[in-house]
């Protein structure tokens, strides 16, 4: 699962990357406004999982947090994020 989330990620990231920035922080009237709203909710629901499932306990969750001011950081904190959950995953085997 780690590795096909990884890819999905890079997929969309791959994607994204083809917008212009305009494209990307639009709001559009989606449930988050924006792609890029919507590529940091997915990351805050990635991330309290993550959290939820090695704490047992579930973190204050808000899900119109922004975690990430700008899309560049938003993209090396999903690539690191995917590459720290193949890692544990890789432990697990």
């Known amino acids: 699962m780690a590795l096909y989330n990884r890819w999905q990620n890079s997929n969309l990231i791959a994607i994204c ?6 494209e990307i922080y639009v709001e559009r009237g989606m449930f ?14 990635d991330q309290t999982i993550h959290t939820l499932i ?3 306990s ?4 808000d899900p119109k947090f922004i975690l ?5 950081e938003l993209k090396i904190a999903r690539a ?9 995953s890789q432990e697990c085997s």
Do not use: M
């Open 58 to 61: 579930l973190p204050a969750f």
């Open 80 to 88: 690191e994020f995917d590459s720290r959950l193949l890692s544990e």
């Open 32 to 45: 988050f406004g924006s792609i890029f709203k919507t590529l940091n909710h997915i990351q805050n629901v």
């Open 17 to 22: 990357d083809q917008l212009t920035a305009q």
């Open 68 to 72: 990430y001011p700008g899309y560049d």
């Open 54 to 56: 090695h704490t047992k």
